[in-house]
């Protein structure tokens, strides 16, 4: 009997395929012409018919994730109904078989952030990855915050180089485009395993780290996405990169404790990075002071921009991630998943690095046949998600160095120049540099410049203030 109930759900998730296909084709079209809201917005921003999501439901089983007893701590959230939190568990990556990335301790809640929970020597492993000659590698694992303020843990990697110090060694914190949903594809899963299928080609390129190693610095690498592998979530991102650095105070007060420190970013780490930078004051602000700059480059700041420019096209891979990756801190989107949504959220896929869910986005899928709300970018979740990730209204409290491709189409540059705006208006010192370009390219020839701003910082060079005409007159 019970095969019977397989074979038969088996022909009906067949069909279904056929099934969503028609819709997708229909959606698409129907997009183009359906009634949009009073301001004017992209296409594939709009609402679908409101039998779409009905549709969608009706051609496939509802998917088969497991039932539980007990929600894992990893699961946990307030507010929420026992099936979306086995949504939840059943939606986070699977585990890689190292307790430093899988294994959550339950006495969170009786440490303060940055207190280390373990540590690893892991320098045979990393050297290879690194090229450049180091004294040492280690693995940090500490106490963090999630995006919601509930305890939870971080892990970062810092590479000391060869040469000796008298004095505190500066810091650069590097904060690599991990855009991944699997915990295998971290950069300090790589650092601590050595290269595998799994490992980001911008875990070496451009080469941050061994130039900032050569020039005498430690190298401070989080695994900013943080245990849930929250793919785009700029809050939890900024509490791991904070908390990281306060780790490696807490491994070497006499190497670390008062080193002067600069964060970079590209991307998805620019995400971090200008989490970090915006939450400093009011998470970490023993720091202030200590941390002397910020670059960002490329920075995806206005989720609701990247709809517009991402959502069914050949982005659309990496944005399904990144909605994933943001659900997974955010547990309110996911009783907005629609049944094909929740069988990709817990299929495999779940564990994607950056190039497989970039190749997604040849399917052109829009986010709309994933939702149960004909209209998600327009629902309160959505407006919710905007504002949050987005933090306008929260000034950074170190020096900014922003540079963007003048070309970029998924990204687009207004999302920076309004960033670089907002925080002139806010009264931080700022930079903006656009680079001919888009998003691959602007990366290459945006770098030189970057890290030489950075060195200065590290040098104990102040940074200037070009926010002058931003402001405007006073």
Known sequence: MKRKRSYLAALRFRGGVATLGAVAVITTATTMTYAAPAAAEPPNMLPVP??????????????????????????????????????????????????????????????????????????????????????????????????????????????????????????????????????????????????????????????????????????????????????????????????????????????????????????????????????LAGYAPELIGRVVGAALGGVPADFRMLVGSMNANLATGLFHAATFGIARERTEILPMANDFAQWLATSPLKNVCTIPAALAGQTFWPMQLLSNNPDPFHSPVAEHIYRVTKMADIKSAVPLYIYHGTYEWWIPAAGARSLYREQCLLGARATYREVFGEHVSAAVLGFPAAAQWLDRRLRGIPAGDECGEARGPR
């Open 50 to 279: 409101s039998q779409v999501p009905h549709a969608i439901n009706g051609a496939l089983p509802p998917p088969p994730f497991p039932r539980l007893g007990r929600i894992p701590l990893r699961a946990q959230a307030k507010g929420f109904d026992h099936r979306t939190l086995e949504l939840r568990e059943a939606a986070l990556p699977s585990p890689t078989g190292d307790p430093m990335f899988d294994r959550w301790p339950t006495n969170l809640a009786a440490l303060a952030p940055g207190q280390i929970i373990a540590t690893r020597d892991v320098t045979a492993t990393a050297a290879p990855v690194v090229t450049t000659p180091i004294r040492f590698a280690r693995l940090i694992k500490f106490r963090s915050t999630d995006a919601t303020g509930a305890p939870s843990f971080g892990t970062a990697t810092i590479l000391v180089p060869r040469t000796s110090r008298s004095t505190s060694r500066p810091i650069l914190v590097n904060n690599l485009p991990i855009d991944s949903l699997g915990t295998a594809c971290d950069p300090g899963y790589t650092l601590a395993h050595g290269f595998s299928i799994a490992t980001n080609a911008t875990d070496l390129i451009p080469p941050t780290t061994q130039l900032a190693l050569s020039h005498g610095y430690a190298v401070l690498i989080p695994d900013h996405q943080g245990p849930r592998m929250a793919y785009a979530e700029p809050v939890v991102a900024g509490h791991v990169v904070l908390d990281a650095i306060r780790a490696a105070g807490n491994l070497d007060r006499r190497s670390f404790g008062a080193s002067r420190i600069a964060m970079t970013g590209y991307s998805g780490g620019a995400i971090a990075t200008n989490g970090a930078t915006k939450l």
